[in-house]
């Protein structure tokens, strides 16, 4: 004999199972892997639509991107900053963290190149030239600290090659990095700055009156590597990767930089 169980009964117990089911909390989401990038403020513009690119393609990489002059990251990390990435306007502070160790071997690779250029603000027509930042005329300067800013160091390499710096070195307001070059221009307080062309190409408020030549100064090269302290090593080699790529490099020249090559 089989016994017919009340449809009211079976209701209530569907009810029931539905009930404790939706109660049930969902099952639980890996945390995202959190990779921090230092780079040099120069960089802002392009790395901003790389880490939107790169969050749609990677949603489980959070990257997170600290940007400041090159120099000053390079002593953040020598200090224990907590760095996957480190992505400097020269070569120079990435030999620094090479020759301490600070670097995983076998990912350091250059990326991208820049050109220096002497700008004024967008109205100006005094300056034409390197040479007339010796004049009488030229009053202040802005420069990026040679000592800390990759910018200020090229800068510096093309006023000495042409003969200059010592008469061009009183005017200078000192600037803490390129993009701190880029605003005094822009706001008229001084006559002229020395800063990359891509920081010259994302403002309306200077115009570029030279470039300085090729041979006057060190390539400017940008290279990334990971950091041996990374905590997530794979997952930086992995954008370091990416970095390299066609995605990437197609946004690095839309911003103005040269793809560094193999």
Same mark, same amino acid.
Request: hydrophobic share 45%.
């Given at each position: ?48 639509? @790389? ?35 480190? @992505? ?5 502070? @990435? ?168």
């Amino acid at each position: 004999m089989f016994w017919r169980v009340p449809e009211s009964i079976v209701a209530l117990l569907l009810a029931v199972w539905l009930g404790s089911a939706a109660l049930a909390p969902p099952p639980a989401q890996p945390a995202p892997i959190e990779l921090t990038l230092s780079a040099a403020i120069s960089l802002k513009g392009a790395l901003d639509d @790389m880490e939107r690119l790169y969050a749609r393609e990677n949603p489980a990489i959070q990257l997170v991107v600290n940007y400041g002059a090159s120099g000053t990251l390079e002593l953040q990390i020598e200090q224990g900053a907590p760095v996957d990435l480190y @992505m400097p306007a020269a070569p120079e502070p @990435m030999d620094a963290l090479e020759s301490k160790g600070l670097l995983l071997e076998g990912t350091r690779k250059d990326v991208v190149r820049n050109e220096v250029v002497l700008i004024v603000p967008k109205g100006s027509s005094a300056i034409s030239s390197f040479r007339d930042l010796a004049s009488p005329k030229v009053k202040q300067i802005a420069l990026g600290l040679p000592a800390a800013v990759p910018a200020g160091q090229y800068a510096k390499e093309v006023l000495t090659n042409l003969g200059i710096y010592d008469a061009v070195r009183p005017k200078a307001i000192w600037a803490k990095d390129v993009r701190q070059v880029l605003t005094y221009v822009e706001t008229g307080n001084v006559d002229a700055g020395i800063v990359y062309l891509t920081d010259a190409y994302s403002s309306s408020q200077v115009k570029v009156v030279a470039q300085a030549p090729e041979t006057s100064h060190a390539p400017v090269i940008y290279p990334v590597a990971v950091l041996k302290g990374s905590k997530n090593p794979t997952a930086a080699k992995q954008f370091a990767a990416f970095l390299l790529s066609s995605e990437a490099g197609a946004i690095f020249q839309k911003y103005g930089f040269h793809l560094a090559g193999p």
